[in-house]
């Protein structure tokens, strides 16, 4: 099982802390460094200094470090058109040597797009945009240097695209697909997801969840092996009262953390880490959002992420 942190930025998380965090990810051993991607805080939190873009930070992470992967999960395919967002990422793939995923969803928070006026449709229109944005990106990077990349959907036209630039990973950076959809996201994870993601779910959701793509990949004829992963949120503590202090900081209950995510001593999260291993999880998505502490990342790596 490979251990991978995930922040939430948008909560409150300057350029600085997010570099903070990375670097101490890659030097503890952790797999990757990962980030959403979000305009507008949620809860009870001020959010303060407010928003930073993922593909800047992250192009500015890629210089930063060297081992670490970086990525998003996930990238609204509401903020930007797939054209200006394939170009981003295969720059950061660049800066990074091949060190990126990007991971692609629908966009959900409407209160972000209202806040900066970006237009938000409907959850079908939504889906659409996200596999015309699927097709686009993929065929911008696939297509071989020196020929060109034309494209008619219901929602993004392109013509003649010279497909630059061309990322450093061969055939572009994998693509994470996440959600529990029962149609559409197996469908489009089946078809172009190298990873799917079940973010925040129990244990018994998150097989059944699994269950549909496997069942989708197979309905499609997809020989390509998939990478099942997890998200969750994270509070290790040494004892019963490290805990609590840790879930006190994020504004969470440990009954509701233990429940709905991974949280207690170092050996009941190894033990739950098990458990999603037992589905087929190779990864898992430590959702950090206390990122000023980063004795919990040491915590984790020394005491969990050596255990599994």
Known sequence: MRLRIFTEPQQGASYDTQLAVAKAAEDLGFDAFFRSDHFVKMGDVSGEPGPTDSWVTLGALARETSRIRLGTLVTAATFR???????AVAQVDQMSGGRVDLGLGTGWFDQEHTAYGIPFPSLGERFERLEEQLDIITGLWGTPAGETFSYSGAHYTLADSPALPKPAQAGG?????????????????????????VPFHQVQETGEAFGRVRA???EAGRTKPMVYSA???VCCGRDEAEVKRRADAIGREVSELRDNGLAG????LVDKIGRFAELGAERLYLQVLDMHDLDHLELLAAEVMSKV
């Not at 950076?173 to 993601?197: C, F, H, M, Q, S």
């Not at 001593?265 to 009941?268: D, M």
């Open 265 to 268: 001593t170092p050996g009941e």
């Open 231 to 233: 998200a969750q949120v």
């Open 173 to 197: 950076p994998p693509i994470i697909i996440g959600g529990v959809g029962a149609k559409r996201t197996p469908r489009l994870a089946a078809r172009y997801a190298d990873e799917y993601n």
């Open 81 to 87: 058109y797939p054209g200006p967002l394939a170009i």
């Open 216 to 218: 989708a990949c197979a």
